[in-house]
């Protein structure tokens, strides 16, 4: 594989033996890693080695990878960042994503879904140099919005969605100015509807929002109990 199609990580784990997995199996790929054992180590190659996308576990010595990422946050908001984890408390992943995470895996996870999620994050999801063909693009107000490559385009600039935040965009899309269960999303992206994801997904609600904030026409409608609705008046 030749170099400009390298996609650079580094890999911030404690557990030195998944680690060592993860680079082998990786590396097998066409990634570059580089690995660090805490958040110190990792903050201190994170600006070393400017990567393409930051694979962070949450729980580890010294400093943990929220603070890590909290602290890169201060200055970068752009580079992508997936957190690992094994904790089981959604609350523990929703600070994940409010401190400026873009993805994230509970362990134990496949290599293959950890793959694809990378190549996500870093914009090399196989044929992302292709055009987008019709089908696969929805026109959101001023956005246009690509679910294949989870792609937000506004005005020249392109903002990287993470899995969820395009799996729910996408439906929303799909039943535009029609109620989009929240039930129904639930199982399909978290596998089960407890109050804790329910929390979960108004998060990334959250997030959408946002990110669709620099058009006032477009509106994520909460219907309370029932689920969301996208409208663009």
């Given at each position: 594989m030749k170099n400009d199609e390298w996609i650079n990580v580094l890999l911030v784990e404690d557990e030195q033996t998944l680690a060592m997995i993860i680079k082998d199996t990786l590396e097998g790929q066409g990634f570059r890693i580089r690995l660090a054992g805490d958040g110190?180590?990792?903050?201190?190659?994170?600006?070393?080695?400017?990567p393409d996308v930051l694979?962070?576990?949450?729980?580890?010595?010294?400093?943990?990878?929220?603070?890590?990422?909290?602290?890169?946050?201060?200055?970068d908001a752009q580079t992508p960042v997936l957190f690992l984890t094994a904790r089981s408390a959604i609350n523990d992943v929703v600070e994940g994503f409010e401190l400026g995470g873009n993805d994230y895996l509970k362990k134990?996870?496949?290599?293959?879904?950890?793959?694809?999620?990378?190549?996500?994050?870093?914009?090399?999801?196989l044929g992302t140099a292709q055009p987008p063909q019709p089908q696969d693009t929805f026109?959101?107000?001023?956005?246009?919005?690509?679910?294949?490559?989870?792609?937000?385009?506004?005005?020249?600039t392109t903002t990287l969605l993470s899995y969820r935040e395009s799996e729910i965009l996408r439906r929303l899309c799909v039943h535009l100015d029609q109620v989009v269960d929240m039930r129904s999303i639930l199982l399909d992206l978290w596998?089960?509807?407890?109050?804790f994801n329910q929390r979960s997904l108004?998060?990334?609600?959250?997030?959408l929002r946002h990110k669709l904030s620099q058009d006032e026409h477009i509106r994520i409608v909460n219907v309370r109990g029932i689920g969301y609705k996208l409208i663009i008046n």
């Open positions: 110190e180590e990792g903050l201190r190659l994170f600006y070393e080695q400017k694979v962070a576990d949450v729980m580890m010595p010294r400093m943990d990878g929220f603070e890590m990422v909290r602290r890169i946050r201060k200055d134990p996870f496949g290599m293959q879904e950890l793959i694809v999620r990378i190549k996500a994050l870093a914009g090399r999801v026109e959101i107000g001023d956005y246009v919005f690509t679910p294949r490559t989870q792609q937000l385009f506004y005005q020249g596998g089960d509807d407890t109050f108004h998060v990334f609600i959250t997030k």
